[in-house]
């Protein structure tokens, strides 16, 4: 058999199922496509997609990996027709984007005369397999009875040798910028230091670091879930709960996939958001006159990644504030995100914004409560914000008491709470 296994965000060797059922039919031929269609739609030039190059270049380390730039399912037209192969194996999508590119992969492997092979990897329990669960404490319960912990592995690789581009020939392709902030050699190394005992306790603090910051490397599978899962056991429960949550995205994905565009609460459907192009413009820019949040923007946008804190802040205040759509939002951390994932991202941001799977009908975050609390010695307010590092803790918390050498805050937090229960349609005290 002649077998072409597509890489795609499975970057890793270790505990890959899909590559391990490839290689169990014989001889294959490694690929990682460069696809100009998601860096197109990512806008993922520069940092971002100097991540994934420096990904595939440590996979190419350990095998000869074929690499190729283009839309996929032509540039694999001309690879056919190189090597003649019998099978294509590749990971089983759960993403609406990537369901629709596996779709284009697999028509053409149907007008080659290819048998196509999708094989599950990306979970640690199948998203089908769970009975719909709408809130996410009765998913976790029943994630927790499903998972499947069983390994993979590959003996040894016989790849042939074809005259294909690999990765150094495809670089000059492609716009990098040098990004100093992740680099996915560090992954493993950051899984065995992490201290799991510390992480409930320090997490939900953006200047400490108590976070794994294992995003990208799960978003990239540079590491393989069970490896993750396995470590964390026994360790954290709150962890594993967090590798839940992901998981619960890609389950309401599944049984509503009109969520990728709309909101997964009816009622909250068709809400006149106030999109004022000049606030728009002011948050993305990190210059709404909130540290806390202005502070979060200049991170998104230098480090490509944000703290889980921090994208709720930033989520809270961009639709709850300023009443700015989560559309806009969504897109904003799409074109910055290094861990982006679509149903991810959504499922966040719908949450976040009060449209999404969530029981609790309004969360209103007050930025100044959000900061004092969460950066209480303002570590990481003055770590993005230097230039007023100078200043009094207490005056950084709160800029609508506290003249602050700079930005004036857009809005008044307290004279929107009552503009945005309104636009949300609430009206009784209960409902909050
Ligand atoms: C508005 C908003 C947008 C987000 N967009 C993304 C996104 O595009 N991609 C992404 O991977 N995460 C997203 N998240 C979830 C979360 O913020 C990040 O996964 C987390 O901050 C990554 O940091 P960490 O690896 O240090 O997380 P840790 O706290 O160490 O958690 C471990 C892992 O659990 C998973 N996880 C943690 N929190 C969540 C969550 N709320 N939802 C789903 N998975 C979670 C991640 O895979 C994470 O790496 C978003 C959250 C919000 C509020």
Known sequence: MRVIYLFKRDLRLEDNRALASAA?????????????????????????????VRAVE?????????????????????????????HLYTTLSHSWSGKERNERIRKVC?????EYKEVFEHFLAPPEEIPLRKVYTPFYREWLKRLDLRRSWVDKLRVPNLPLPTLEQV????????????????????????SFEDYEERRNFPGEGGSSKLSPCIRFGILSLRDIFLKAQGR?????????????????????????????????????????????????????????????VRQLRREKWLHNRVRM????????????????????????????????NIGNWQWSASVGADPK????????????????????????LPELSNLPCH?????????????????????????????YGITSRLEV
């Not at 809270?316 to 149903?343: C, N, Q």
């Open 24 to 52: 169990s039919q014989g001889e294959i031929l490694p690929l990682f496509v460069f696809d100009t269609r998601i860096i197109e739609d990512l806008k993922a030039e520069g940092e971002r997609l100097c991540y994934v």
């Open 58 to 86: 440590e996979l190419s380390k350990k095998i000869k990996l074929y690499c190729l730039y283009g839309r996929t399912e032509e540039v694999l037209e001309e690879v056919f027709r190189l090597y003649r192969p019998t």
């Open 110 to 114: 149907r007008d080659y005369g290819v």
């Open 171 to 194: 670089k000059p392709l492609l716009k990098l910028r040098p990004f100093p902030y992740f680099d996915p050699q560090e992954c493993k190394e950051r899984l065995e230091r992490f």
């Open 236 to 296: 954290s429960e709150q962890f594993i709960k967090e590798l839940a949550w992901r998981e619960f995205w890609y389950h309401i994905a599944l049984h509503f996939p009109q969520v990728r565009d709309l909101e997964f609460q009816e009622k909250r459907r068709g809400i006149s958001w106030e999109n004022k192009e000049e606030h728009i413009k002011a948050f993305m820019e990190g210059a709404t006159g909130y540290p806390i949040v202005d502070a979060g």
């Open 313 to 344: 802040i930033l989520a809270s205040f961009l639709t709850k504030v300023l009443l700015i759509d989560w559309r806009i939002g969504e897109t904003f951390f799409k074109e910055h995100l290094i861990d982006y994932d679509e149903v991810v």
């Open 361 to 384: 009908p309004f969360r209103l975050f007050n930025p100044i409560l959000q900061a004092q609390r969460y950066d209480p010695e303002c570590i990481y307010i003055k770590r993005y």
């Open 395 to 423: 005056m950084l918390h709160d800029p609508l008491s506290h003249r602050l050498p700079y930005h004036k805050p857009l809005v008044n937090y307290y004279e929107r709470v009552p503009v945005a229960k309104k636009l």
